[in-house]
């Protein structure tokens, strides 16, 4: 299973972008950014990260992709997400229930397939 720091740098090298380049695009120092691609470094906050997705213009995948390994790294949720959950409190409904009642993936993904077919 590949970490955030090791599909940033696979997602950089299949645009054929440096390191220094992507460094100065997202507003920091190669050997910071070398850092974060051989995981001696944390993941980053959700500025930089909506920065790679613009400079290296991810898919949609590749973005949630991206923001979920960002997130399990700290060990918490994607970064793109708290924003829409706060002071949401059927989203926090929704969570609890989901965890009181043990939901699975097989669930979760029922869930997202009804919200899609609307």
């Not at 696979?10 to 051989?38: F, N, Q």
């Given at each position: 299973?590949?970490?955030?720091?090791?599909?940033?740098?696979?997602?950089?090298?299949?645009?054929?972008v440096?390191?220094?380049?992507?460094?100065?695009?997202?507003?920091?120092?190669?050997p910071?950014?070398?850092?974060?691609?051989?995981?001696?470094?944390?993941?980053?906050?959700?500025?930089r990260?909506n920065?790679i997705?613009?400079?290296?213009?991810?898919?949609?995948e590749?973005?949630?992709?991206?923001?979920?390994?960002?997130?399990d790294?700290?060990?918490?949720?994607?970064p793109?997400?708290?924003?829409?959950?706060?002071?949401?409190?059927?989203?926090?409904?929704?969570?609890r229930?989901?965890?009181?009642?043990?939901?699975?993936?097989?669930?979760?993904?029922?869930?997202?397939n009804?919200?899609e077919?609307?």
């Amino acid at each position: 299973m590949i970490n955030f720091g090791g599909y940033l740098a696979k997602l950089r090298k299949e645009r054929r972008v440096t390191l220094k380049d992507m460094a100065d695009a997202i507003g920091i120092t190669s050997p910071y950014l070398s850092d974060v691609e051989k995981g001696r470094r944390d993941s980053f906050d959700i500025e930089r990260l909506n920065k790679i997705v613009d400079y290296l213009k991810l898919t949609h995948e590749e973005t949630d992709h991206l923001m979920n390994l960002a997130g399990d790294q700290r060990q918490n949720i994607a970064p793109d997400l708290p924003d829409y959950v706060a002071g949401k409190e059927y989203i926090n409904a929704a969570l609890r229930r989901a965890k009181d009642l043990d939901a699975g993936e097989e669930e979760w993904l029922a869930f997202i397939n009804s919200l899609e077919n609307r």
